[in-house]
């Protein structure tokens, strides 16, 4: 009988809990006959570094997926003691950081190579590579060799459909669920995106390409994943669930027909689904769908999406090469109140060279869109340069400058801080109208009502001097960071 080898993979620690689907993928593309693989989470672990060196003494390699990032600094952590637990074990980083840094990544020692775009095939061919003794040369990775660094030809996007269902079972589900805080299962049913947005990397690492699971594939898997893990909600990772209208529609229809008997039937099915659902959606894809689809999606579960609209601003809109409009936005809001679908509506403010008229838009819109329904829900971020976009290469270009080592990464923060085209004045106003944003609009429970209209009030007039409701609200009982 073959003795299967070990392959640990590693999920950094970070303050979310979505199932670490990237590893799922490469780790369910390798031959289960061949190769054992051990998925460690990190933020499941009480003691992350331990958890991996019991495993890696006899593991043939450990993969890890990092985002740019606080996740940088646990996956350091874990790759520097593997390494000195065992200088020969070949450490290979894939994920956003790795995709966009390839070859900077390597100045680590203990990291050996790196995995760029979608990983699954790489995976397996480096991993059968390893186990022969030479990995040097696989496509669309990047090694570290005697005479110095090898990037390696990319590999184009291969077809969701030709790769094997995720397997689950590497997973510990019950506990995400608990982490969770519901029983919501991720899943992904498409890799890349078309659009060229300047402020993201997608287009850097996937070149503006897509690939998705066919309807039918969908319905199958998630029929079998619901009649094990019993999920009441699931959350599509997809970068744009909703790029082909009719994949959607086929989809919609996958779900009425294999849960039709816990769905019941006309108005009641959303309400008796088996499961929910929630998905991203662009305005304009929005602007091509009808009454008539969107209809059809919520009886087979759809409860929210999130749509990015990042500007108020015509102008600025056209600037980071959007491709939306205002409009479009406002006609996506309300065809999801027509039908009782929630939404989160992402901005971003404070990019370089924005103007006040700009940003005073932008919170317009935000405060237009609260009031539609008390459903919707419209964080606010401020700009921080993702690496890999083109409005980063340009503040590059102008002076800016981007950290140079995995350890300076660690401490990028992409949420919680604004760049330094932001003035203080600024930026305590942004969070002022957070604040008040949060509460003007929404379910008025009496706890809440006072604190509502004078927020409320506050928001209509544009008004956020002394803001002492935001003051006593903080120190009583401090709210987390989600606007």
């Given at each position: ?5 070990k392959?640990?993979l ?5 303050v979310?809990?979505?199932?670490p689907?990237?590893l799922?993928?490469?780790?369910s ?25 019991a495993?890696?003494?006899?593991a043939?390699c ?7 990032g ?14 000195a637990?065992r ?23 203990s ?5 760029q ?8 061919e ?8 030479s ?6 990775t990047?090694?570290?060799t ?5 990037r390696?030809?990319a ?8 790769f094997?269902?995720h397997?689950?079972?590497?997973l510990?589900v019950?506990?995400?669920?608990k982490l969770?805080g519901?029983?919501q ?6 890799t ?17 390409r897509?690939?998705g ?30 790029t ?8 919609a ?19 008796n689904h088996?499961?929910t ?18 209809a059809?999606?919520?009886?087979s ?31 996506a809001?309300q065809?999801c109140?027509?039908?009782g ?11 370089p060279?924005e103007?006040?008229?700009?940003v005073?838009?932008s919170?317009?819109l935000v ?7 008390p ?14 976009s ?19 990464w ?11 085209w ?16 949060r ?21 209509q ?5 002394a ?10 009982k401090?709210?987390p960071r989600?606007?």
């Open positions: 009988m073959m003795t299967r080898r392959v640990v590693y999920n950094p620690q970070a979310f809990y979505t199932m689907l990237a799922l993928a490469v780790g593309a390798l031959d289960v006959e061949r190769y054992d693989v051990r998925l460690i989470d990190g933020r499941l672990e009480q003691d992350p570094v331990a958890a991996v060196l495993e890696v003494d006899d043939l450990l993969g890890m997926t990092v985002l740019t606080a996740p940088i600094r646990d996956a350091l952590r874990v790759a520097r003691a593997a390494k637990r200088p020969d074990l070949p450490v290979i980083w894939g994920g956003w950081h790795a995709s966009l840094f390839a070859e900077e990544t390597l100045l680590e020692p990291i050996d190579g790196t995995v775009g979608q990983g699954e095939e790489t995976f397996v480096l991993v059968e590579a390893i186990a022969g003794g990995w040097l040369s696989i496509a669309g990047t090694t570290r005697g005479n110095g660094i090898q390696n030809p590999r184009p996007l291969r077809d969701a459909n030709s094997p269902a397997n689950y079972a590497l510990a019950e506990r995400y669920y969770k519901q029983r299962l991720d899943y992904i049913s498409s890349g995106c078309y659009f060229r947005c300047a402020f993201c990397a997608d287009p850097f690492v996937f070149k503006r897509w690939t699971l066919k309807p039918e594939r969908i319905g199958e898997e998630l029929q079998a994943l619901w009649q094990r893990y019993r999920f009441t909600d699931l959350s599509f990772q997809d970068e744009t669930f909703f082909y209208r009719d994949r959607v529609v086929a989809i229809e996958q779900f009425l027909a294999r849960f039709a008997t816990a769905a019941g039937s006309g108005r009641d099915q959303a309400a088996s499961f659902w929630t998905a991203t959606l662009r305005a304009d894809q929005a602007a091509r769908l009808n009454d008539e689809v969107m059809l999606a919520v009886r579960g759809l409860r929210r999406v999130m749509i990015g609209v990042e500007s108020g601003s015509p102008e600025m809109l056209a600037w980071m090469k959007k491709d939306i409009t205002v409009d479009q936005v406002l006609a809001a065809m109140a027509r039908h679908i929630g939404a989160i509506f992402p901005f971003i403010v404070g990019f060279g103007s006040n008229e700009s005073q838009a919170l317009a405060k237009r869109l609260r009031s539609m329904s459903q919707f829900e419209t964080p606010i971020f401020y700009f921080k340069p993702y690496p890999g083109l409005i980063t290469e340009e503040v590059v270009r102008q002076g800016f400058r981007l950290p140079q080592t995995l350890d300076e660690a401490d990028f923060d992409f949420v919680g801080s604004s760049g330094p932001v003035s203080p004045e600024k930026h305590d106003q942004i969070e002022r109208f957070k604040f008040y944003n509460f003007a609009w929404g379910p008025q429970t009496w706890p809440r009502r006072p604190l509502q209209m004078v927020a409320r009030w506050r928001c007039r544009d008004f956020y001097r803001p002492v409701e935001k003051l006593l609200v903080e120190r009583l401090p709210l989600l606007s």
